[in-house]
């Protein structure tokens, strides 16, 4: 659905120009999770489902590289138009299929975006790249979600409404995600 809805151009310079912009909360929560994990300097960040890439480019300047990856080719269109960062790539990709190699990205990010995904094979697909202690940060507006994935379920859906809770204190939505 996503596909046919972002061939347009149109659409997507409109998306681009009306899409809420993540936070700055958000982006400084990842980066202090990362480097807690990782440490400095933060090498590859990858922004899947990146759109127009707002949130591509509010990461270049903490990564020596990002990569927003997306499957539409009009909002890769129009976040090229909108990027002048140097170390910032966009690719035609799917998201439960990056063209990366395994445990090469420092964080994987998917803001407002994972509801277009196939979650199953996306987290199967965010296992497989990122680094040991790598972070995969998915940014949502639903304001509770749960996150299903193997023995961690409970783990992670703890880990996402903590992080929820310190940016913000509402609560009245409920979204699930459930991965085998």
């Known amino acids: ?8 151009q149109d659409v997507s310079e409109v998306y681009h120009k ?17 480097e807690h994990k990782m440490g400095k300097p933060f090498k590859l960040a990858v922004d899947v489902g990146c759109g127009t890439g707002n949130s591509t480019r509010k990461l270049a300047a903490h990564f020596q590289e990002v990569i ?9 269109n129009v976040a090229r138009s909108c990027t002048s960062e140097k170390n910032t790539t966009y690719i035609l990709s799917s998201s439960e299929n990056l063209p990366l190699e395994d445990n090469s990205v420092d964080v994987i990010n998917a803001s407002f975006a994972v509801h277009w995904f196939d979650v199953e094979k996306f987290m199967q697909e ?15 507006c639903l304001l509770k979600n749960e996150v299903h994935y193997k023995d961690i379920s409970e783990t992670l859906t703890n880990i996402f409404n903590e992080n929820r809770n310190s940016v913000t204190h509402r609560s009245t939505e409920t979204g699930a995600v459930h991965v085998q």
């Open 1 to 8: 659905m996503a596909a046919e809805l972002f061939k347009n």
């Open 18 to 34: 009306y899409m809420t912009p993540v936070s700055s909360k958000v982006v400084d929560l990842i980066l202090t999770y990362v």
């Open 68 to 76: 927003g990856a997306d499957s539409s080719e009009s909002q890769l």
């Open 126 to 140: 965010a296992a497989r790249v990122l680094k040991p202690g790598g972070c995969l940060a998915l940014n949502s």
